[in-house]
T-cell receptor, first 111, second 113 residues
Framework: GENVEQHPSTLSVQEGDSAVIKCTYSDSASNYFPWYKQELGKGPQLIIDIRSNVGEKKDQRIAVTLNKTAKHFSLHITETQPEDSAVYFC??????????FGQGTTLQVKP | DVKVTQSSRYLVKRTGEKVFLECVQDMDHENMFWYRQDPGLGLRLIYFSYDVKMKEKGDIPEGYSVSREKKERFSLILESASTNQTSMYLCAITVGRSGNTIYFGEGSWLTVV
């Protein structure tokens, strides 16, 4: 079946450094790629998304890049802060609302 | 703001019990989903519904059923709970013309003993 691979599973950075999380997907028809942040005890929150007609999108300290040829996309967080510590999920899907999620990355930002 | 409400946040049930997890949305959205979340496995789709009385199986429907009698409410049912159904259950809806953008509820932690 279709799947999404996410790496690394855990990531520890110093405050102020950058963090990068990478995902690869198998369904070449996927055209929507969101990223979610999940804090302890809460549901995932959408933080940024990108559609297949663009290669990069940025929102303040967060950016996402997409390489459709290679079928991978990445989340970049710059100037990390302790409140960025959370579990991050990538996902990929078509225009049906159904998404396939990665396994999650636990990001720890050390003050 | 999009609001997805899961009324039961923490439940402990016994093996063999019938369990109902309720999800309510307040924005008249058609598409509703149930996922389960397990460490190292991410989020996996159990069932989804595109409209009232409609339901479709997701990737892991075994052991579950759903009910959508009203547009705003989507229920996940465990007919006979088992310990391997101990998990975090997340309800979600999609927003937007393309139907992609998914918003989640806060989750329901179910422990089956």
């Amino acid at each position: 079946g279709e799947n999404v691979e996410q790496h690394p599973s855990t990531l520890s950075v110093q405050e102020g450094d950058s963090a990068v999380i990478k995902c690869t997907y198998s369904d070449s028809a996927s055209n929507y790629f969101p990223w979610y942040k999940q804090e302890l005890g809460k549901g995932p929150q959408l933080i940024i998304d990108i559609r297949s007609n663009v290669g990069e999108k940025k929102d303040q300290r967060i950016a996402v890049t997409l390489n459709k040829t290679a079928k991978h996309f990445s989340l970049h967080i710059t100037e990390t802060q302790p409140e960025d510590s959370a579990v991050y999920f990538c996902a990929a899907g078509r225009n049906t609302g159904k998404l396939i999620f990665g396994q999650g990355t636990t990001l720890q930002v050390k003050p | 703001d999009v609001k997805v409400t899961q009324s039961s946040r923490y439940l402990v049930k016994r093996t063999g019990e019938k369990v109902f997890l309720e999800c309510v949305q307040d924005m008249d959205h058609e598409n509703m989903f149930w996922y389960r979340q397990d460490p190292g496995l991410g989020l996996r789709l159990i069932y989804f519904s595109y409209d009232v009385k409609m339901k479709e199986k997701g990737d892991i429907p075994e052991g579950y059923s759903v009910s959508r009698e009203k547009k705003e409410r989507f229920s996940l049912i465990l007919e006979s709970a088992s310990t391997n159904q101990t998990s975090m259950y997340l309800c979600a809806i999609t927003v937007g013309r393309s139907g992609n953008t998914i918003y989640f509820g806060e989750g329901s932690w179910l422990t089956v003993v």
